[in-house]
């Protein structure tokens, strides 16, 4: 296990978080508006608390134990961090004692989340098993299932987890994405990612946003490529990475959470600025961290 690299992955993905909560679901930055940042502190959502309790569950247990992580997600679970409503649903049912299996495929009718949800939370996953890529993504989709069982949410997790294995061993950003590509079975995912593949590296993230999503829609296959996109194109610059996120508006805190925590087991926490560490509020206080 790469505990330091998952510890700066959480660290990156807890502070993109914050960084973004402000700029949710807002519209894209018009040309020439500034990267302009919200005054400190800056609170975490969701994604940080469900990143923390994954990544806490991995170092005991040492793999993905369902039954337990759902319960972790389900007894951790706070109202005021912005959760989506099939997450409150389902966390709300497992806390009452509902199985998770049932509470989980119960959402939208039958078929399961859909949602971003397990992918915004995973790079610290990716980021431990780096040295097993294979592993990674087997484990990601274990952790998926426990809230998204719709293939596609499942897809979005083991994508991202891949990004921030291959990041995490050093993989070059020219073959970034064709590397997760070829550990991708087939999806809409992928199909975005197989997009985002061809858009130039230098490209106006607005415009890279309009071809493959921003998360205005909260899936997956909406969120997951621009992510992956934004995270190669910045591989080795954090706040170039995030500045895209922003830029590009939407589900912005989920995708700054997803490529923070991508670019971050590549660049390590010394790459994240530390006035930026400094402004996220403190992690949650039963979280212990790999260090």
């Given at each position: 296990m790469n505990r330091r690299a998952a510890a700066d992955s959480l660290t990156g993905l807890s502070v993109g978080d914050a960084l973004g909560a402000p700029f949710e679901m807002?519209?894209?930055?018009?040309?020439?508006a500034p990267f302009a940042l919200r005054p400190a502190p800056w609170r975490w959502t969701d994604d940080t608390e469900m990143a923390?309790?994954?990544?806490?569950?991995?170092?005991?247990?040492?793999?993905?134990?369902?039954?337990?992580?759902?319960?972790?997600?389900?007894?951790?679970?706070?109202?005021?961090r912005g959760y989506g409503r099939g997450a409150?649903?389902?966390?709300?049912?497992?806390?009452?004692?509902?199985?998770?299996?049932?509470?989980?495929?119960?959402l939208f009718s039958g078929r399961g989340s859909a949602g971003n949800g397990a992918a915004m939370r995973v790079a610290p996953l990716g980021a431990l098993f780096s040295h097993d890529p294979d592993l990674a993504a087997r484990e990601a989709a274990l952790s998926a299932e426990v809230t998204h069982r719709h293939p596609e949410g499942v897809a979005g997790a083991v994508a991202v987890a891949l990004a921030a294995a291959c990041a995490s061993s050093g993989g070059t950003p020219e073959g970034f994405l064709r590397i997760i590509l070829n550990q991708l079975p087939p999806s809409d995912v992928r199909d975005g990612i197989a997009r985002a593949a061809r858009i130039a590296p230098g490209a106006d993230p607005r415009e890279a946003a309009a071809e493959l999503g921003n998360g205005s829609h909260a899936l997956a296959q909406?969120?997951?490529?621009?992510?992956?996109?934004?995270?190669?194109?910045h591989l080795d610059d954090y706040p170039a990475a995030l500045e895209a996120c922003v830029r590009a508006g939407g589900d912005v805190d989920s995708m700054c959470a997803m490529v923070g925590g991508?670019?971050?087991?590549?660049?390590?926490?010394?790459?994240?600025?530390?006035?930026?560490?400094?402004?996220?509020?403190?992690?949650?206080?039963?979280?212990?961290?790999?260090?």
């Open positions: 807002k519209p894209p930055l018009p040309d020439g923390c309790s994954l990544l806490q569950a991995l170092l005991r247990d040492g793999r993905v134990d369902q039954d337990q992580l759902a319960l972790s997600f389900a007894l951790r679970w706070s109202s005021d409150i649903s389902l966390l709300a049912s497992v806390r009452e004692g509902v199985p998770w299996r049932s509470a989980a495929g119960d909406d969120t997951v490529p621009f992510a992956l996109w934004a995270a190669a194109a991508i670019v971050a087991a590549r660049v390590g926490e010394a790459g994240i600025p530390r006035e930026w560490i400094d402004s996220r509020e403190p992690l949650p206080e039963w979280f212990q961290s790999p260090r």
